[in-house]
């Protein structure tokens, strides 16, 4: 009971919710760039939150079903085909054995979930089943998917077929709102830098990944150089000498010693996830009770809007 991959698109990963509490060890979270998209997905088939999808980059994935059961795909607009009909992103899709799935390209964002019923079977590595290429752990073997690989999923043959309506999806654009919790070192950069740094404009590199998104704009200096290598959290913007901010993300070491301006707001640095290079990114500061403010309202909200359902 399985889905064989026919072609594995230009990044494809199976992600969990992440691994947890396994920096001691050296070992990232991984996990879903884009949480919202991946907690939908799971929603709309009402997995578990924590179940195991495939997270594609940019597109270009082609599977075959070799089980009855349903899928739903989410996040960046990449046309999703079975058996060459046109289908919905956002809703819940009933395949059968045999059946041809297609995934395109994306026309705006980057990443999109494909999840099934009742999620993926992967075996958890470190507690966790997301895939870590840089780490070799996780998913299969530690990699992305290849051709011929067998994703094994359960029958399923009974699910209800929710959507989430049009207004309530995400809009991804070019540009983007990035809002800064101010960290320690903050005080390095003297007033004039901060100025600089939350007033101007910044565009994504090429140079992208899971790991980091690199920065291009007005370089960004403080009054050290370099500081003991410390735990990093989830959005840290390092600047390294070059003074080019670096947002780290879910693939991230977990030390480093360059200095922090701050931290990106989880829901903004995912949200960023989406950004192609090329896209703009500008910088807010916050407070500490704002960006908590924020995070409760995105839980209650956000993450909990009505699902409708096909008749």
Same mark, same amino acid.
């Given at each position: 009971?399985?889905?064989?991959? #026919?072609?594995?698109?230009?990044?494809?990963? /199976?992600?969990? @919710?992440?691994?947890?509490?396994?920096? $001691?060890?050296?070992?990232?979270?991984?996990? !879903?760039? %884009?949480?919202?998209?991946?907690?939908?997905?799971? $929603? /709309?088939?009402?997995?578990?939150? +924590?179940?195991? +999808? =495939?997270?594609?980059? #940019?597109?270009?994935?082609?599977?075959?079903?070799? *089980?009855?059961?349903?899928?739903?795909?989410?996040?960046?607009?990449?046309?999703?085909?079975?058996?060459?009909?046109?289908? !919905?992103?956002?809703?819940?899709?009933?395949?059968? +054995?045999?059946?041809? &799935?297609?995934?395109?390209?994306?026309?705006?964002?980057?990443?999109?979930?494909?999840?099934?019923?009742?999620?993926?079977?992967?075996? +958890? $590595?470190?507690?966790?089943?997301?895939?870590?290429?840089?780490?070799?752990?996780?998913?299969?073997?530690?990699?992305? /998917?290849?051709?011929?690989?067998?994703?094994?999923?359960?029958?399923?043959?009974?699910?209800?077929?929710?959507?989430?309506?049009?207004?309530?999806? !995400?809009?991804?654009?070019?540009?983007?709102? #990035?809002? *800064?919790?101010?960290?320690?070192?903050?005080?390095?950069?003297?007033?004039?830098?901060?100025?600089?740094?939350?007033?101007?404009?910044?565009?994504?590199?090429?140079?992208?990944?899971?790991?980091?998104?690199?920065?291009?704009? !007005?370089?960004?200096?403080? %009054?050290?150089?370099?500081?003991?290598?410390?735990?990093?959290?989830?959005?840290?913007?390092?600047?390294?000498?070059?003074?080019?901010? &670096?947002?780290?993300?879910?693939?991230?070491?977990? =030390?480093?010693?360059?200095?922090? &301006?701050?931290?990106?707001? @989880?829901?903004?640095?995912?949200?960023?996830?989406? /950004?192609?290079?090329? @896209?703009? *990114?500008?910088?807010?500061?916050?407070?500490?009770?704002?960006?908590?403010?924020?995070?409760?309202?995105?839980?209650?909200?956000?993450?909990?809007?009505?699902?409708?359902? $096909?008749?």
């Amino acid at each position: 009971m399985s889905m064989r991959v #026919v072609q594995p698109g230009m990044l494809s990963l /199976l992600q969990d @919710s992440g691994r947890q509490g396994q920096h $001691r060890l050296g070992l990232s979270n991984g996990g !879903p760039m %884009d949480r919202e998209a991946f907690h939908y997905c799971n $929603r /709309l088939l009402q997995n578990s939150p +924590a179940s195991t +999808a =495939i997270e594609i980059s #940019v597109g270009g994935l082609q599977l075959e079903t070799l *089980v009855d059961t349903y899928i739903c795909l989410t996040g960046a607009p990449m046309p999703l085909s079975i058996n060459g009909q046109d289908k !919905p992103l956002w809703e819940v899709q009933r395949v059968c +054995a045999g059946d041809s &799935i297609q995934v395109g390209f994306a026309r705006t964002g980057c990443r999109s979930y494909f999840g099934v019923a009742d999620g993926f079977t992967i075996e +958890a $590595r470190f507690g966790s089943t997301a895939t870590v290429v840089r780490e070799n752990i996780g998913g299969l073997q530690g990699r992305s /998917l290849q051709t011929g690989d067998q994703l094994p999923c359960p029958t399923t043959n009974a699910r209800k077929q929710y959507y989430l309506a049009a207004r309530d999806r !995400p809009r991804y654009q070019k540009t983007l709102t #990035v809002r *800064v919790i101010p960290g320690y070192q903050q005080g390095h950069f003297n007033r004039v830098e901060q100025r600089r740094f939350f007033g101007s404009t910044y565009t994504i590199s090429e140079r992208c990944d899971r790991m980091g998104y690199r920065l291009e704009g !007005p370089a960004i200096t403080c %009054d050290i150089e370099g500081v003991l290598s410390e735990g990093i959290c989830f959005g840290a913007i390092q600047l390294p000498p070059d003074g080019q901010p &670096i947002v780290l993300l879910n693939d991230r070491q977990t =030390i480093g010693g360059y200095p922090k &301006i701050g931290a990106a707001l @989880s829901l903004d640095a995912a949200r960023m996830t989406q /950004l192609v290079p090329g @896209s703009s *990114v500008h910088f807010a500061p916050i407070t500490h009770h704002t960006a908590r403010k924020a995070l409760e309202l995105a839980r209650r909200f956000t993450l909990c809007k009505p699902l409708q359902e $096909r008749r």
